[in-house]
């Protein structure tokens, strides 16, 4: 089947801190999505992707899908305690297939 | 805002029970998904459902697994015969078409077989 590879696995920083994490495939897709995960909750979507070459922005969010249309990343700027989660990004095309989750701690 | 919801959110089922769980996707959503997550691991695809027939499954998706959409509005899997490494949390996904849409998860149910 279709591989993520999602990095960084965990990441602790600093409030105030800028994020960066990204993901790439073997495979193309033709969406991109980033989810965050909370403890004992489902994953809930932050920011959906399209077309290749797509910059997208939500609040302090920001992903891009790659041009090859194998990867994408996503920052989070400014960090804020409530940040703290796993971060999944899933490559669409008839099913979701998910990265394997980076933790993000931000220490205040 | 319209959610997925899912029931119940914890079960507890002795090992070989029949357990069922339960979903109500979103209502104008035509494709629907299981996925499952082990504790502390990567969420996996089970299976994908669209006009009353599974279009994909995964390899995870046994005879042990079925879906069915008994009504207009639920969306249940079925796990036959529980097996210990059956636990693990179960969500359920919907979204409007197959391609090019974003899909929205359910809280979860965490089946423990014991």
């Known amino acids: 089947g279709q591989q993520l590879n999602q990095s960084p696995q965990s990441m602790f920083i600093q409030e105030g801190e800028d994020v960066s994490m990204n993901c790439t495939s073997s495979?193309?897709?033709?969406?991109w999505l980033w989810y965050k995960q909370e403890p004992g909750e489902g994953p809930v979507l932050l920011i959906a992707?399209?077309?290749?070459?797509e910059l997208t922005s939500n609040g302090r969010l920001t992903a891009q899908f790659g041009i090859t249309r194998k990867d994408s990343f996503l920052n989070i700027s400014a960090s804020i305690p409530s940040d703290v989660g796993i971060y999944f990004c899933a490559g669409s095309a008839r099913q979701l297939t998910f990265g394997s989750g980076t933790q993000l701690t931000v220490l205040p | 805002e319209p959610e997925v919801t899912q029931t119940p959110s914890h079960q507890v089922t002795q090992m070989g029970q029949e357990v069922i769980l339960r979903c109500v996707p979103i209502s104008n959503h035509l494709y629907f998904y299981w996925y499952r997550q082990i504790l502390g691991q990567k969420v996996e695809f089970l299976v994908s459902f669209y006009n009353n027939e599974i279009s994909e499954k995964s390899e995870i998706f046994d005879d042990q697994f079925s879906v069915e959409r008994p009504d207009g509005s639920n969306f249940t899997l079925k796990i036959r015969s529980t097996k210990l490494e059956d636990s693990a949390m179960y969500f359920c996904?919907?979204?409007?078409?197959?391609?090019?849409?974003?899909?929205?998860f359910g809280q979860g149910t965490r089946l423990t077989v014991v």
């Open positions: 996904a919907s979204r409007v078409s197959e391609r090019g849409t974003e899909a929205f």
């Open positions: 992707l399209y077309k290749a070459g």
């Open positions: 495979s193309i897709f033709n969406t």
